[in-house]
């Protein structure tokens, strides 16, 4: 018996004496209680001082909202909102005794006061057992009801708040997942990748059998069966162009020890619930840690990343009655884009590849969204943990979802260790994009056209920012 399994049998024992001792039973269905009861169960749990009672009504009400349908789920929801907010009084009271006398008591009394009810309440339902991985889908529930209720955006920030904690980095193991991982993982894997659909066993064999292939993820000691995030790695000894190179079923697999490149070609988060948490940094540079002292060769590392939202960026530009990033020859070219069967016509996929690579040059280095930040999520991401836009690879992924989202585009972002923190630094402190030169020349700095998504000059980041690029040696467009 493992750790995991030894410490969540014990947390049901306690729960089950704590049910004992309220007369609870767990044949309660959420069909013979009101939204009222399940709010006084919640006030209970907040006064509650007995570990094995509050650990069996967190469990009781956790197992209500397992079987609440949506309208419930929405009522329990805005119960916490209206019900489980700040103390209002003694909130009151506590700025009051800060306006009259800032010492730092009155400050953490006011800090306390402001916080809502219903963090400690998630706390406690945390403590039921399997707490955090119902809390998880609780979160998952929630964000697709902010779309419509967007009031709950105040619950949401508070589950985003305890996550965050209890998410952390410190908490998180990254373990390999290989062929020999047990069953239930490896059937995890194929229904979260998000990037390169899995079409079964065979095919998951293919990426993680090999010996140049390898694969990780952040495991949480709680939710010991389910990945957060993985990172699927080729080992290569050159950069691919395109993602046949990396899946094709006819490779022959290259000795792990002869390999000079990691790419990491398919990040897939896997819990809906912990959007917004990030970890993703962490994994990519701890993998880069394990993976150099298991192949001290390795001197690359880089990915092969779809992108996003090229294909939306561009639609609008074509949309746009005065765009000031498509000129009239360019808007001749594109229009090629609206024969669905283009990308299979050598002649017309020649004609079109230079303007959308120097169409997606722009986007990159140009493109801002209104509050300033880069447009694509991926890009965001990559730039973010202090990575390279390297190389722009024109029809390099040709399945469905690539060709709607990104006309098959695809990029090289290079991790290059020396230059990652300052990298991060000019992206997240002053919004510069740290570009390879031939991707540079692709979009002139003294071009000044205004993109209609920001009004951000295109030749600058936001606020004016020069677009800072560096040279490369290692590659040319």
């Given at each position: 018996?493992?750790?995991?399994?030894?410490?969540?049998?014990?947390?049901?024992?306690?729960?089950?004496?704590?049910?004992?001792?309220?007369?609870?039973?767990?044949?309660?269905?959420?069909?013979?209680?009101?939204?009222?009861?399940?709010?006084?169960?919640?006030?209970?749990?907040?006064?509650?001082?007995?570990?094995?009672?509050?650990?069996?009504?967190?469990?009781?009400?956790?197992?209500?909202?397992?079987?609440?349908?949506?309208?419930?789920?929405?009522?329990?929801?805005?119960?916490?909102?209206?019900?489980?907010?700040?103390?209002?009084?003694?909130?009151?009271?506590?700025?009051?005794?800060?306006?009259?006398?800032?010492?730092?008591?009155?400050?953490?009394?006011?800090?306390?006061?402001?916080?809502?009810?219903?963090?400690?309440?998630?706390?406690?339902?945390?403590?039921?057992?399997?707490?955090?991985?119902?809390?998880?889908?609780?979160?998952?529930?929630?964000?697709?009801?902010?779309?419509?209720?967007?009031?709950?955006?105040?619950?949401?920030?508070?589950?985003?708040?305890?996550?965050?904690?209890?998410?952390?980095?410190?908490?998180?193991?990254?373990?390999?997942?290989?062929?020999?991982?047990?069953?239930?993982?490896?059937?995890?894997?194929?229904?979260?990748?998000?990037?390169?659909?899995?079409?079964?066993?065979?095919?998951?064999?293919?990426?993680?059998?090999?010996?140049?292939?390898?694969?990780?993820?952040?495991?949480?000691?709680?939710?010991?069966?389910?990945?957060?995030?993985?990172?699927?790695?080729?080992?290569?000894?050159?950069?691919?162009?395109?993602?046949?190179?990396?899946?094709?079923?006819?490779?022959?697999?290259?000795?792990?020890?002869?390999?000079?490149?990691?790419?990491?070609?398919?990040?897939?988060?896997?819990?809906?619930?912990?959007?917004?948490?990030?970890?993703?940094?962490?994994?990519?540079?701890?993998?880069?840690?394990?993976?150099?002292?298991?192949?001290?060769?390795?001197?690359?590392?880089?990915?092969?990343?779809?992108?996003?939202?090229?294909?939306?960026?561009?639609?609008?530009?074509?949309?746009?009655?005065?765009?000031?990033?498509?000129?009239?020859?360019?808007?001749?070219?594109?229009?090629?884009?609206?024969?669905?069967?283009?990308?299979?016509?050598?002649?017309?996929?020649?004609?079109?590849?230079?303007?959308?690579?120097?169409?997606?040059?722009?986007?990159?280095?140009?493109?801002?969204?209104?509050?300033?930040?880069?447009?694509?999520?991926?890009?965001?991401?990559?730039?973010?943990?202090?990575?390279?836009?390297?190389?722009?690879?024109?029809?390099?992924?040709?399945?469905?979802?690539?060709?709607?989202?990104?006309?098959?585009?695809?990029?090289?972002?290079?991790?290059?260790?020396?230059?990652?923190?300052?990298?991060?630094?000019?992206?997240?402190?002053?919004?510069?994009?740290?570009?390879?030169?031939?991707?540079?020349?692709?979009?002139?700095?003294?071009?000044?056209?205004?993109?209609?998504?920001?009004?951000?000059?295109?030749?600058?980041g936001p606020a004016g920012e020069r677009i800072r690029t560096k040279s490369s040696k290692e590659f040319s467009q």
């Amino acid at each position: 018996m493992n750790g995991a399994t030894f410490f969540s049998d014990m947390l049901q024992a306690i729960t089950d004496r704590g049910r004992r001792v309220l007369s609870l039973s767990p044949r309660d269905g959420a069909a013979r209680i009101g939204m009222g009861a399940v709010e006084a169960a919640c006030e209970t749990l907040l006064s509650s001082r007995g570990e094995a009672s509050g650990m069996a009504l967190a469990k009781d009400i956790l197992d209500r909202w397992e079987h609440f349908d949506q309208a419930q789920r929405r009522d329990f929801m805005m119960m916490l909102l209206l019900r489980f907010g700040p103390d209002a009084e003694r909130l009151e009271r506590a700025i009051d005794a800060y306006r009259a006398e800032r010492t730092p008591r009155a400050l953490l009394e006011l800090h306390t006061a402001a916080e809502p009810r219903r963090q400690e309440l998630i706390r406690r339902l945390n403590l039921a057992p399997k707490g955090i991985s119902i809390l998880v889908r609780m979160r998952e529930t929630l964000l697709s009801l902010k779309a419509e209720e967007p009031e709950l955006a105040a619950v949401d920030a508070d589950f985003a708040h305890l996550f965050t904690s209890w998410f952390n980095r410190g908490f998180l193991m990254l373990l390999p997942i290989s062929w020999s991982t047990p069953a239930d993982i490896l059937e995890k894997v194929i229904r979260y990748e998000a990037v390169h659909h899995i079409d079964g066993w065979d095919e998951l064999r293919r990426r993680l059998k090999p010996e140049d292939r390898r694969c990780f993820a952040f495991f949480h000691p709680q939710l010991v069966d389910e990945p957060l995030i993985f990172v699927e790695v080729a080992l290569m000894k050159e950069i691919p162009t395109n993602i046949a190179d990396v899946l094709r079923e006819d490779r022959a697999p290259l000795p792990a020890q002869e390999a000079t490149i990691a790419v990491f070609y398919s990040i897939s988060n896997c819990q809906a619930g912990l959007r917004g948490v990030s970890f993703g940094n962490f994994l990519i540079k701890q993998v880069v840690e394990d993976l150099r002292r298991e192949l001290p060769k390795l001197t690359v590392f880089v990915t092969l990343s779809p992108v996003p939202g090229f294909a939306d960026w561009l639609s609008r530009e074509r949309r746009a009655e005065a765009s000031e990033v498509l000129g009239a020859e360019e808007r001749e070219r594109l229009e090629a884009l609206d024969d669905p069967e283009w990308a299979g016509k050598q002649d017309v996929a020649a004609h079109l590849k230079p303007v959308m690579t120097a169409l997606a040059a722009r986007y990159f280095l140009r493109a801002r969204t209104a509050k300033g930040k880069v447009v694509d999520p991926v890009a965001r991401f990559h730039l973010g943990n202090g990575a390279r836009l390297e190389r722009i690879n024109f029809l390099a992924d040709r399945s469905p979802r690539a060709m709607r989202q990104a006309h098959g585009l695809m990029v090289n972002y290079l991790y290059k260790l020396e230059d990652i923190e300052a990298n991060h630094e000019a992206f997240a402190a002053r919004g510069e994009v740290v570009a390879a030169q031939p991707i540079r020349r692709l979009a002139p700095a003294g071009r000044t056209a205004r993109s209609p998504m920001s009004g951000t000059p295109a030749g600058e980041g936001p606020a004016g920012e020069r677009i800072r690029t560096k040279s490369s040696k290692e590659f040319s467009q």
